[in-house]
């Protein structure tokens, strides 16, 4: 067979796996429209899925936009309308692997400040700097200092969001 009768082959075998149904981080960017990513590193804007360990693990992720700054330090926009910012720094610790540290505050109903959670993190940026994958451990306070729990085993995923291009760009820019 030569390899050109293969590759084809190869390619219709391909066509027919089954497509999974497509997530948030699936369809978050256009790929047709997407800038690539020039280079690998943490800077930037991602969008994250945060998945609880234990008996929460059932529950959805949650959704939280992430921008990391080339000074080593982030912000991370959580969807659950409780707590405030996460307001972090990071740092490279290996080849492709960062560690991170970020804090919030957490309020009740009435806005009273109820805990303070700290974040540990591992990072790890996959190859083509496009996604992310990690593990945290939340450290929770009460307002006074006193630790009232740590809770181990969270995961997440991220996806870098890249600038797209819109529809008109061309015309507006006046670009051939």
């Known amino acids: 067979m030569t390899r050109s009768v ?27 429209k997407a800038v690539p990513t020039v280079n ?13 360990p234990g008996p929460a693990a059932s529950l959805p992720a949650i959704p939280v936009i992430v921008t990391f700054f080339s000074d080593g330090t982030s912000l991370a926009s ?5 707590q405030t910012a996460t307001h972090g720094i990071w740092m490279r610790v290996g080849d492709r692997k960062f560690l991170g540290t970020g804090w919030f505050f957490v309020f ?42 740590t809770l181990a085993g969270a995961s997440f995923t991220m996806v870098r969001l890249s600038f797209e291009i819109p529809g008109d760009f061309y015309d507006f820019q006046k670009l051939p």
């Open 108 to 149: 009740d109903a009435s806005r009273v400040l109820t805990t303070v959670t700290k974040v540990r993190i591992n990072y790890e940026i996959a190859p083509d700097g496009k996604t992310l994958t990690g593990t945290t451990e939340a450290v929770v306070f009460d307002p006074t200092g006193k630790v009232v729990n």
């Open 40 to 52: 690998q590193v943490l800077s930037g804007t991602w969008l994250s899925e945060l998945r609880r």
């Open 78 to 82: 959580p969807s659950d309308g409780t």
């Open 6 to 32: 293969f590759l084809i082959f190869t390619a219709l075998i391909a066509s027919t796996v089954q497509v999974h149904a497509q997530g948030l981080q699936d369809t978050i960017i256009a790929p047709d």
